[in-house]
């Protein structure tokens, strides 16, 4: 074989191993590319759970504020309604004593 003959050969083997060399590589980067896309895929679909529970959360933080205030006005109506009622029972009872007394008086003095 020439020496320009050999030259082309051991040039051609060379880009036909840099060429494999370079398939090998490019199958190897196309493979870490799928499990990159994955993995953003996978991210993205947390980051749209996170967004739907923290709006989640802030509509229930809303819903539990208002329940608060509703159960914060049902205890001041309830705490009003006792007072009236202690109020009114005192006053019953206190009329029921001056009846009990003057009929005590009426029975002692029959007469009067």
């Avoid at 799928?34 to 819903?63: D, G, K, P, Y």
């Amino acid at each position: 074989m020439s020496q320009r003959r050999q030259l082309v050969f051991v040039t051609s083997q060379a880009t036909h191993q840099r060429y494999a060399s370079l398939q090998k590589e490019t199958t190897s980067l196309q493979a870490v590319y799928e499990l990159r896309c994955e993995e953003v895929r996978t991210l993205r679909q947390e980051v749209e759970r996170a967004s739907s529970l923290a709006a989640e959360v802030l509509t229930l933080r809303e819903r539990n504020h208002t329940l608060n205030n509703t159960v914060e006005g049902l205890q001041a109506q309830l705490e009003l309604k006792a007072s009236e009622e202690r109020f009114v029972t005192f006053f019953i009872v206190a009329s029921l004593k001056k009846d009990v007394k003057s009929h005590r008086g009426d029975l002692r003095h029959p007469g009067r």
